[in-house]
């Protein structure tokens, strides 16, 4: 460890060039200070961090709590700390990372559970929105990687042959002779991004964000920064592929068409933290506000650009996100067409921005509660674009729609390519053959009463991607129409909530729609405005 971060101190230059912002920075308002005192060998201290200079070097660290609950900042115990705390007290994790700490020369250490008053909703309040910068701005990130609970501990014993890569020597001829270390490719992956605390959505902020980052993982201990990653078995920074996915701050702000590579790598969050565990689900947009004030920032944004979870510049053809196993939130945390209204994993829109739009954004606005990156108590998305009513297909039924009990029946996530959808263009059904449209559920949900009719969904097409022109043949046969499942709120003229997604992908459905599209009666109830080329104004919400 202490190899590794004298490289990372004397040779990346990417990793000590952000002093500017450390300067401005305000340290967090206590801090351990752990390093070896003569007095007092076996106790640490709380300090309030008015009295240090705000230059000083702390680390932070990353952990599941568990069900481990003692030794907390409480009210109560407040003075007590601040005159000393027993280190023999302290659950394994704590005491390991503080030896981590005087091992590498650093003086101060925070950890949340015990610098952070855990009964006073006040220290709470005016803290947890700073924890991303806490992190961002500490010298270093001690992670817990493999421990579920906080006397798990950093260290483990795995058996060093098993990480060591493996030496292979090949031979062309009698002459040449050329040697090859093998690595197991998802080593990483494994033993760091699917470990115990890597599936808490907290703690995800906190490892996108940090400036160095030492995992502690089950078969070994590895080193990461933005100019860097490395293994006690490898170091010879092969597993460099990682660090750009997996740190903010490896992107420059020098960086060709910056916004384009924020977007991207918000993405790539996006899809992690749908994946990771809440303890409470109403903190599903305050446990990644640094993430996304972190964003805001680099992509130097308007305020109000970032839309609970949706970007501005991202719309329209981000609203193409896609859920597996959704559940709706309740009560209500975010809009229908943000993501962040459902817990269960996300696959973000795959369709680039710049095809064929097919809906103007009128306006998009997100009211927050408090911090305009956290909690979201409404929101508004305006829109002009095509519609039609699209009736889809009974046979779902063994799929996609299940009767629970004679009184409802239930919608549930799947992607659906059974029997035929229709439309109606002219009073002329016009058929739209399995295996030509795909339907995509948001979430489980019930079904109006009358659940033995064929359902009925309004169809806001987002993308057309036709490929007519296309030179090569194969492309030329392709086309997709995509676009969201919509139903009526029933509470305001032309007011919808998103239910999900549905693709048309072949030529001959979408030259259907096509038709439908202006071919169709619309009741007046479906939309706010209707402008002389059948182009519908409505609102999600
Ligand atoms: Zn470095």
Same mark, same amino acid.
């Given at each position: 460890?202490? %190899?590794?971060?004298?490289?990372?101190?004397?040779?990346?230059?990417?990793?000590?060039?952000?002093?500017?912002?450390?300067?401005?920075?305000?340290?967090?308002?206590?801090?351990?200070?752990?390093? *070896?005192?003569?007095?007092?060998?076996?106790?640490?201290?709380?300090?309030?961090?008015?009295?240090?200079?705000?230059?000083?070097?702390?680390?932070?660290?990353?952990?599941?709590?568990?069900?481990?609950?003692?030794? %907390?900042?409480?009210?109560?115990?407040?003075?007590?700390?601040?005159?000393?705390?027993?280190?023999?007290?302290?659950?394994?994790?704590?005491?390991?990372?503080?030896?981590?700490?005087?091992?590498?020369?650093?003086?101060?250490?925070?950890?949340?559970?015990?610098?952070?008053?855990?009964?006073?909703?006040?220290?709470?309040?005016?803290?947890?929105?700073?924890?991303?910068?806490?992190?961002?701005?500490?010298?270093? @990130?001690?992670?817990?990687?493999?421990?579920?609970?906080?006397?798990?501990?950093?260290?483990?014993?795995?058996?060093?042959?098993?990480?060591?890569?493996?030496?292979?020597?090949?031979?062309? +001829?009698?002459?040449?002779?050329?040697?090859?270390?093998?690595? !197991?490719?998802?080593? =990483?992956?494994?033993?760091?991004?699917?470990?115990?605390?890597?599936?808490?959505?907290?703690?995800?902020?906190?490892?996108?964000?940090?400036?160095?980052?030492?995992?502690?993982?089950?078969?070994?201990?590895?080193?990461?920064?933005?100019?860097?990653?490395?293994?006690?078995?490898?170091?010879?920074?092969?597993?460099?592929?990682?660090?750009?996915?997996?740190?903010?701050?490896?992107?420059?702000?020098?960086?060709?068409?910056?916004?384009?590579?924020?977007?991207?790598?918000?993405?790539?969050?996006?899809?992690?933290?749908?994946?990771?565990?809440?303890?409470? #689900?109403?903190?599903?947009?305050?446990?990644?506000?640094?993430?996304?004030? %972190?964003?805001?920032?680099?992509?130097?944004?308007? #305020?109000?650009?970032?839309? +609970?979870?949706?970007?501005?510049?991202?719309?329209?053809?981000?609203?193409?996100?896609?859920?597996?196993?959704?559940?709706?939130?309740?009560?209500?945390?975010?809009?229908?067409?943000?993501?962040?209204?459902?817990?269960?994993?996300?696959?973000?829109?795959?369709?680039?921005?710049?095809?064929?739009?097919?809906?103007?954004?009128?306006?998009?606005? *997100?009211?927050?509660?408090?911090? #305009?990156?956290?909690?979201?108590?409404?929101?508004?998305?305006?829109?002009? +674009?095509?519609?039609?009513?699209?009736?889809?297909?009974?046979?779902? +039924?063994?799929?996609?729609?299940?009767?629970?009990?004679?009184?409802?029946?239930?919608?549930?996530?799947?992607?659906?390519?059974?029997?035929?959808?229709?439309?109606?263009?002219?009073?002329?059904?016009?058929?739209?053959?399995?295996?030509?449209?795909?339907?995509?559920?948001?979430?489980?949900?019930?079904?109006?009463?009358?659940?033995?009719?064929?359902?009925?969904?309004?169809?806001?097409?987002?993308?057309?991607?036709?490929?007519?022109?296309? @030179?090569?043949?194969?492309?030329?046969?392709?086309?997709?129409?995509?676009?969201?499942?919509?139903?009526?709120?029933?509470?305001?003229?032309?007011? =919808?909530?998103? *239910?999900?997604?549905?693709?048309?992908? @072949?030529? @001959?459905?979408?030259?259907?729609?096509?038709?439908? =599209?202006?071919?169709?009666?619309?009741?007046?109830?479906?939309?706010?405005?209707?402008?002389?080329?059948?182009? !519908?104004?409505?609102?999600?919400?």
């Amino acid at each position: 460890m202490r %190899r590794w971060l004298h490289v990372c101190r004397t040779e990346h230059e990417k990793c000590n060039s952000d002093l500017d912002r450390l300067r401005q920075f305000t340290l967090p308002k206590r801090l351990l200070l752990v390093e *070896v005192s003569e007095q007092a060998p076996d106790t640490i201290t709380l300090i309030d961090s008015n009295s240090l200079k705000q230059s000083i070097r702390y680390a932070t660290l990353s952990h599941a709590w568990g069900n481990v609950r003692r030794c %907390r900042l409480l009210k109560n115990n407040l003075k007590t700390y601040e005159r000393g705390i027993v280190t023999a007290d302290l659950p394994l994790t704590f005491r390991e990372a503080i030896e981590v700490c005087q091992t590498l020369g650093v003086a101060y250490l925070w950890i949340d559970s015990l610098c952070i008053i855990q009964d006073s909703d006040a220290d709470w309040t005016a803290e947890a929105p700073r924890m991303a910068d806490i992190y961002s701005n500490a010298f270093l @990130t001690i992670a817990a990687t493999a421990s579920v609970d906080d006397e798990g501990g950093l260290f483990r014993s795995p058996n060093p042959q098993e990480a060591m890569p493996l030496l292979v020597t090949a031979h062309r +001829g009698s002459k040449h002779q050329t040697s090859y270390h093998l690595h !197991y490719e998802d080593d =990483f992956q494994e033993n760091v991004d699917a470990a115990p605390l890597n599936r808490r959505a907290w703690v995800l902020q906190e490892r996108y964000l940090a400036a160095r980052t030492v995992h502690f993982a089950e078969n070994q201990i590895y080193w990461q920064c933005p100019s860097a990653l490395m293994s006690a078995s490898d170091n010879t920074n092969t597993l460099v592929n990682y660090r750009d996915i997996y740190n903010f701050n490896s992107i420059e702000s020098s960086t060709e068409n910056l916004t384009l590579c924020v977007l991207e790598n918000w993405t790539t969050i996006v899809e992690a933290y749908s994946q990771c565990k809440l303890t409470r #689900p109403s903190d599903k947009l305050v446990a990644m506000s640094g993430l996304a004030r %972190r964003a805001h920032e680099m992509l130097r944004c308007a #305020p109000g650009d970032y839309l +609970g979870g949706l970007w501005r510049q991202e719309l329209p053809e981000n609203l193409l996100w896609s859920a597996v196993d959704g559940v709706k939130a309740d009560p209500y945390r975010a809009p229908s067409w943000c993501w962040t209204s459902l817990d269960g994993q996300i696959h973000c829109s795959d369709h680039p921005s710049g095809r064929t739009s097919m809906v103007e954004v009128l306006n998009a606005s *997100v009211h927050p509660v408090g911090d #305009p990156f956290s909690a979201v108590d409404s929101a508004s998305l305006l829109l002009r +674009g095509r519609l039609c009513n699209v009736i889809l297909p009974k046979q779902l +039924g063994a799929v996609a729609f299940t009767k629970h009990s004679p009184a409802s029946a239930v919608v549930k996530n799947v992607i659906g390519q059974t029997g035929q959808a229709q439309v109606v263009v002219d009073g002329k059904a016009k058929l739209l053959p399995a295996g030509t449209f795909t339907t995509l559920f948001d979430h489980s949900r019930p079904l109006d009463s009358n659940a033995d009719a064929d359902p009925v969904i309004c169809f806001l097409p987002i993308v057309d991607d036709d490929n007519a022109d296309a @030179t090569d043949d194969n492309e030329k046969d392709s086309a997709i129409l995509a676009g969201l499942m919509l139903e009526p709120t029933g509470q305001k003229r032309g007011q =919808f909530h998103r *239910v999900g997604q549905l693709t048309f992908d @072949t030529r @001959t459905a979408c030259n259907i729609l096509r038709i439908a =599209f202006g071919g169709q009666d619309i009741p007046e109830g479906l939309y706010q405005d209707l402008d002389g080329d059948d182009w !519908y104004t409505i609102e999600i919400v």
